[in-house]
């Protein structure tokens, strides 16, 4: 499967950015997920959502912040990001996982976008 990342940007501490992410193939069945890059650091896990939108999953430093959904006819995954702040910006990947279940795991999910640039300004 083939994704598209797209909806980063430049935005100032304390605003809201919504990425998007398009996927090719048609009714998947697979759960999806965010990551995310700051420069120097490792890839880390943002978000993920099951297969059907029913569990999802958050990274500690994003809870209460961010949330990501799905919408099955439209091969789309949306990742809203209210409340940013500087230490969110990073290169932004979605991926589609191996499993239909949500994982934490970048090594479960064999699928990667090109990824989309945040800068949060403070």
């Known amino acids: 499967v083939q994704l598209q990342a797209s909806g980063g940007g430049l935005v100032q501490a304390g605003d809201s950015l919504k990425l998007s992410c398009k996927a090719s193939r048609t009714g998947s069945n697979n759960a999806m997920g965010w990551f995310r890059q700051a420069p120097g650091k490792e890839r880390e896990f943002v978000a993920a959502?099951?297969?059907?939108?029913?569990?999802?999953a958050y990274a500690d430093s994003v809870k209460g912040r961010f949330t990501i959904s799905r919408d099955r006819i439209k091969n789309t995954v949306l990742l809203q990001m209210n409340s940013l702040k500087p230490e969110d910006t990073a290169v932004y990947y979605c991926a589609a996982a191996r499993s239909s279940g949500v994982t934490m795991l970048p090594s479960g999910y064999p699928s990667w976008g090109q990824g989309t640039l945040v800068t949060v300004s403070s």
């Open positions: 959502i099951s297969w059907n939108g029913g569990s999802t």
